[in-house]
């Protein structure tokens, strides 16, 4: 019932900028956190941003002072702003949130099918 929806991704260039977006919705209680993981290819997925109900965000070491990640609750929106991008932040990227769907149920975790990000030289 839970659906994320990613938007957003494309061919950006070195030193330029994308704007990710991710969209939940469905049967949703409550959001306690919602966030961005990527995956080149050949690596392994690794947690880019995250930002929890308290606000207090979260950043891989390797997007800290260029990427920024936001929420919209109303609409249960997150985004990721990536400036600066850099050849290596090529991969998929996928949204994720930790919500429950009832008050009597449990927080999961949720993700979106990815949007690919390619950055070239």
């Known amino acids: 019932q839970v659906q994320l929806v990613e938007s957003g991704g494309g061919l950006g260039q070195a030193g330029g900028s994308l704007r990710l977006s991710c969209a939940a919705s469905?049967?949703?209680?409550?959001?306690?956190?919602m966030g961005w993981y990527r995956q080149a290819p050949g690596k392994q997925r690794e947690m880019v941003a995250s930002?929890?109900?308290?606000?207090?965000?979260d950043y891989a070491d390797s997007v800290k002072g260029r990427f920024t990640i936001s929420r919209d609750n109303a609409k249960n929106t997150v985004y990721l702003q990536m400036n600066s991008l850099k050849p290596e932040d090529t991969g998929r990227y996928y949204c994720?949130?930790?919500?429950?769907?009832?008050?009597?149920?449990?927080?999961?975790?949720?993700w979106g099918q990815g949007t690919q990000v390619t950055v070239s030289s």
């Open positions: 994720y949130a930790r919500l429950r769907t009832s008050f009597v149920r449990p927080m999961m975790n949720y």
């Open positions: 469905g049967t949703i209680f409550s959001i306690n956190a």
């Open positions: 930002i929890p109900n308290d606000g207090v965000t």
